[in-house]
């Protein structure tokens, strides 16, 4: 059956670096787009970026681009989001999600993994 | 890009219906029919309730419909459940080839 698993999250200084991953099971990355979404605590749902079925393509929200780079291991079936110049607006439960929207119009989001905490704090 | 606009709460009583509004412009929802709606109950990940305007995946109650006229798409709950309860996002694909999520709606079911 399909699974996403994030990791990596934790505690974070202002400025510094974190890697989440999400280990995909079920399912090869070759095959779907993968988004990766947030939510601050109490916020709602915000979109982060997406990484295209063929690895080439890649999206990302105004707000993160430039410090944050999505990126996959298809050998490892795993997505990884890059953070860096991480800002105190960065703390947020982090989801990877597939998407099943064969058209890549990111409209069909059926499979989301628990979700990993990152908090930016001094 | 701009959150689309949802109401921030509705509510309504067992066995009513109640519809939730998701207004965005024509570079997202009038321009595209890739609308989403998400069901979030506390501490859990989001679950797709509808795709592309009015579709449901498998396993979604036909309680749950969707609709869109322009720039605002619909979500309509009918038969209201205690179980509907949750926190409903609508989500559209973007001209700059992005995502947007609405602000989110806090249905209760009194």
């Known amino acids: 059956q399909v699974q996403l698993v994030e990791s990596g999250g934790g505690v974070v200084q202002p400025g510094r670096s974190l890697r989440l991953s999400c280990a995909a099971s079920?399912?090869?990355?070759?095959?779907?787009?993968m988004h990766w979404v947030r939510q601050a605590p109490g916020k709602g749902l915000e979109w982060v970026t997406v990484?295209?079925?063929?690895?080439?393509?890649?999206y990302y929200a105004d707000s993160v681009k430039g410090r944050f780079t999505v990126s996959r291991d298809t050998s490892k079936n795993t997505v990884y989001l890059q953070m860096s110049s991480l800002r105190a607006e960065d703390t947020a439960v982090y989801y990877c999600?597939?998407?099943?929207?064969?058209?890549?119009?990111?409209?069909?989001?059926?499979?989301w993994g628990q979700g990993t905490l990152v908090t930016v704090s001094s | 890009q701009s959150a689309l606009t949802q109401p921030a709460s509705v509510s309504g009583s067992p066995g009513q219906s109640i519809t939730i509004s998701c207004t965005g412009t024509s570079s997202d929802v009038g321009g595209y029919n890739s609308v989403s709606w998400y069901q979030q109950h506390p501490g859990k990940a989001p679950k797709l309730m509808i795709y592309d305007v009015n579709d449901r995946p498998s396993g979604v109650s036909n309680r749950f419909s969707g609709s869109k006229s322009g720039n605002t798409a619909s979500l309509t709950i009918s038969g209201l459940q205690a179980e509907d309860e949750a926190d409903y996002y609508c989500s559209s694909y973007t001209s700059t080839t992005t995502l947007v999520f609405g602000v989110g709606t806090k249905l209760t079911v009194l």
């Open positions: 999600a597939r998407d099943d929207d064969g058209n890549s119009r990111y409209s069909r989001f059926e499979y």
């Open positions: 079920g399912f090869t990355l070759t095959s779907y787009g």
């Open positions: 990484i295209w079925y063929d690895g080439n393509n890649k």
